[in-house]
């Protein structure tokens, strides 16, 4: 499966009132975002081909560019310090990668691959997609295994909540459960 991980960071900022989405229209690029969240904003993103998605550098640069970019569309952000920082890893599908121009232009979409076709049946990956798109990717995957198995039932993932959720004892928690030391967990961490 022909893959391409990018890296990229999202910036919060306390402090900053914005109301609805602002999202820059324009061919995609860094800093092209701008999403209320309780009392903050999150800026996002950047897109940057990485060759192991579990060692790839955090520049500070990168970060300011993002509060550079979105002060142009919310002048409030000029100038400001980010509160958080959330790095990660998109592990995005790239199966005509030789003929896109750069990271930017892979398809932040998922798939749902049924080997099947490849001779190999009973198996299927996931691949691509990012956070935000998780929930609907595990619908895919359920309703793919209900599909294959006979079983007709209705997918919940939409309708359940994450656990943590309303309490934070439980999400602080889990975090101390399942954090790890990969450089996307560190802001969990400090």
């Not at 500070?60 to 002060?71: G, K, L, P, Y």
């Not at 990668?97 to 049924?114: M, N, P, V, Y």
């Amino acid at each position: 499966v022909s893959m391409q991980p990018t890296k990229g960071v999202m910036v919060g900022v306390e402090g900053v009132e914005v109301s609805p989405v602002l999202n820059r229209c324009r061919s995609p690029a860094d800093g092209d975002l701008v999403v209320p969240h309780h009392d903050e904003v999150v800026l996002g993103t950047t897109s940057v081909a990485v060759d192991d998605p579990d060692e790839y550098s955090r520049e500070d640069e990168a970060v300011d560019r993002m509060v550079a970019e979105c002060a142009a569309m919310v002048p409030a952000l000029e100038n400001r310090d980010p509160d958080r920082t959330y790095w990660g890893v998109r592990p995005l599908y790239a199966p005509d990668e030789d003929e896109r121009d750069g990271a930017r232009s892979i398809s932040r979409g998922f798939f749902l691959l049924d080997h099947a076709d490849d001779g190999v049946g009973g198996f299927s990956s996931i691949v691509g997609g990012k956070l935000t798109t998780h929930r609907r990717m595990a619908e895919a995957v359920a309703d793919h295994v209900c599909d294959a198995l006979g079983v007709d039932e209705t997918c919940r993932t939409a309708d359940e909540p994450l656990p943590g959720h309303d309490d934070l004892a439980e999400l602080d928690d889990l975090v101390d459960e399942y954090v790890t030391d990969s450089p996307a967990d560190s802001d969990l961490r400090d």
